[in-house]
């Protein structure tokens, strides 16, 4: 029951690289999101999905695009990586029903250099 | 205001002991609440979901109070592996999770 899955686990860039963050879910769920949080700091919701093609800006979305295909996969990408995006990333999903919580993946530590 | 506020802490408390953290939501309309804990550098995990009757887990208790607006959590016997940060969260509608800042814990022996 593999749940929500983030590749990879950790990675340091240079300023200026891009990268895409892996999400992928196999519980059939309709909502994922992106979240990073700072180190001591809460979660701040960078975007989400209702469903596949559906896509939109949360709290702190610059810097960052998402797309959603599939409803298993949600990737964030980060076109020119800045050291102010050096963070720990989560992806969740949940159902489109009410009342249910979300689920979260390990996280993608990121280090821009 | 915030749209949840939870006490940051650290709360301090002896293995054994009883803790109890509350929880406050500003919009009236929220529909479905959760605790969540969250190791140092690990993702949130579901501890679990709050209901309008209140409900028990083991050790832990998560009462309700739409009146009031806040939710609480009870941790009772309190073990060294409790020591974590306590997540408050309040679905709105649909999509709309809004998480509280956390509340740290710390089970000394």
């Known amino acids: 029951n593999a749940g929500v899955t983030q590749t990879p686990k950790f990675r340091i860039l240079k300023i200026g690289q891009s990268m895409t963050l892996q999400c992928t879910q196999d519980?059939?769920?309709?909502?994922m999101y992106w979240y990073r949080q700072d180190p001591g700091m809460g979660l701040k919701l960078i975007y989400y999905?209702?469903?596949?093609?559906?896509?939109d800006k949360g709290e702190v979305p610059n810097g960052y695009n998402v797309s959603r295909s599939t409803t298993e996969d949600f990737p964030l990408r980060l076109e020119l990586a800045a050291p102010s995006q050096t963070s720990v990333y989560f992806c969740?999903?949940?159902?489109?029903?009410?009342?249910?919580?979300?689920?979260f993946g390990d996280g993608t530590r990121l280090s821009i250099l | 205001r915030k749209e949840v506020e939870q006490d940051p802490g650290p709360f301090n408390v002896p293995e054994g002991a009883t803790v109890a953290f509350n929880c406050t939501y500003s919009?009236?309309?929220?529909?479905?609440f959760f605790w969540y804990r969250q190791d140092c550098r690990k993702e949130p995990k579901l501890l679990m979901s709050?209901?309008?009757s209140g409900n028990e887990d083991g050790r832990f208790t998560a009462q309700l109070n739409r009146a009031s607006q806040y939710i609480s959590l009870l941790i009772r016997d309190s073990k060294l592996s409790d020591s974590a940060t306590y997540l408050c969260?309040?679905?709105?509608?649909?999509?709309?999770?809004?998480f509280g800042p956390g509340t740290r814990l710390s089970v000394l022996p």
């Open positions: 969740a999903s949940s159902k489109l029903t009410g009342n249910q919580p979300q689920h």
């Open positions: 519980m059939n769920h309709n909502y």
């Open positions: 999905s209702v469903g596949a093609g559906i896509t």
């Open positions: 919009n009236s309309a929220s529909q479905s």
């Open positions: 709050v209901y309008s």
């Open positions: 969260v309040v679905n709105n509608y649909g999509q709309n999770f809004v």
